[in-house]
């Protein structure tokens, strides 16, 4: 009975110093390394981010999607919607099963259709219903105007279906060369004057651009006045415009007494592929500045005073020109083309 005492006692303390060593091992993890974070954009405007996140020797990842939201990811991919546009600082955490850390940051900017922070969608048309535009919405100008609308634009503008219409979710205003009443192109121009009119905000427009040479497309608001007190002393705001001889270069101006015609205020910017995919076209407006952006990026803010007339309600217009002073030589070979308008929002 001695013997074995002596055996039990020897032997315990060993295999209590085993057991720890082991347990001690265990804990042993390496830390993350190599982190990579990358993040593709939604081209859809619907404000949807896919984050891929990858390190060695990670278990997990924590995101802090740069606008208070957080969450833990095991995989490290990610799909986020943001519920507003912005541009975001987004970090991520990849920790290893020890609990060690290595961190990265990227940043993001989303054009969302959820709107800005703190803004109401006050208005809008989303172009659903195939046929013709709202006319609880939109009026025409039609004709050509005094002197092709005072810019010696080539077009005739009708309200008919092959100028203008919608079908499969979009507008489409088409430019057509035909000989109509004296002249060589038609076209569309629409106008929410009398129906829908806004002082400070930001508009969206959800645009496709066509490439003829001479072509005009333009995305702009006019002052309430107009009637009244004339062009310019009512004021224009020219959100987009661009012409079909320099295809993917976006005019954003101002006119106003004293900066008319070809002395508007303005400024341009280089986007890609402006006749194959839809970019947004906006313009935030307040009685401290306006701020022209395409895709959430700023090129072009003015600031505004009491001095301007852009402190008054202005309407919305929309139309495709055709030459003139600014759409310039219009290419023989052309036969059609079309601006298409994914939608516009009015936010207050």
């Known amino acids: 009975m001695k013997y074995l005492k002596i055996i039990l006692i020897l032997l315990m303390p060993m295999a209590f110093s085993n057991c720890s060593k082991s347990s001690s091992n265990g804990n042993m993890s390496p830390a993350p390394t190599d982190l990579t974070v990358s993040a593709a954009i939604s081209t859809d405007n619907s404000g949807n981010v896919t984050f891929t996140a990858t390190a060695t020797n990670a278990v997990s990842y924590d995101y802090d999607f740069g606008n208070g939201t957080f969450q833990t990811v095991p995989t490290g991919i990610i799909t986020y919607k943001y519920p507003s ?29 959820g709107g800005p922070a703190g803004m109401t969608l006050v208005w809008s048309d989303e172009f659903n219903t ?12 039609t004709g050509t105007g005094g002197g092709g609308w005072g810019n010696n634009e080539l077009e005739y503008y009708t309200s008919r279906s092959n100028n203008v219409n919608v079908s499969n979710g979009t507008l489409k205003i088409t430019a057509v060369k035909e000989n109509y009443n004296g002249s060589a192109y038609t076209s569309a121009r629409m106008l929410s004057n009398g129906k829908f009119s806004f002082k400070y905000g930001r508009i969206e427009v959800s645009a496709k651009l066509p490439a003829g040479l001479g072509t005009w497309p333009a995305i702009w608001m006019l002052g309430n006045n107009f009637s009244t007190a004339g062009w310019p002393n009512c004021g224009e705001i020219d959100i987009m415009e661009q012409r079909g001889s320099e295809l993917n270069k976006i005019f954003g101006t101002l006119h106003y007494p004293g900066h008319s015609g070809a002395n508007g205020r303005g400024s341009t910017t280089i986007i890609q592929n402006s006749s194959a995919q839809f970019h947004l076209y906006a313009l935030d407006w307040s009685a401290a500045s306006i701020n022209f952006s395409i895709d959430g990026n700023v090129f072009f803010t003015v600031p505004n005073d009491n001095t301007l007339p852009f402190n008054q309600n202005f309407f919305v217009i929309l139309n495709l020109a055709m030459g003139g002073s600014f759409g310039g030589s219009v290419d023989p070979n052309f036969t059609s083309g079309t601006m298409e308008v994914d939608y516009v929002r009015v936010y207050q």
């Not at 975001?88 to 259709?113: D, F, M, P, R």
């Not at 195939?130 to 025409?140: E, L, N, R, T």
């Open 85 to 113: 546009s912005g541009t975001y600082t987004v970090n991520v955490i990849a920790k290893s099963s020890g609990g060690q850390t290595i961190a990265k940051t990227v940043q993001v900017t989303v054009v969302s259709n």
């Open 130 to 141: 195939d046929g013709a535009p709202d006319p609880s919405k939109w009026g025409y100008d």
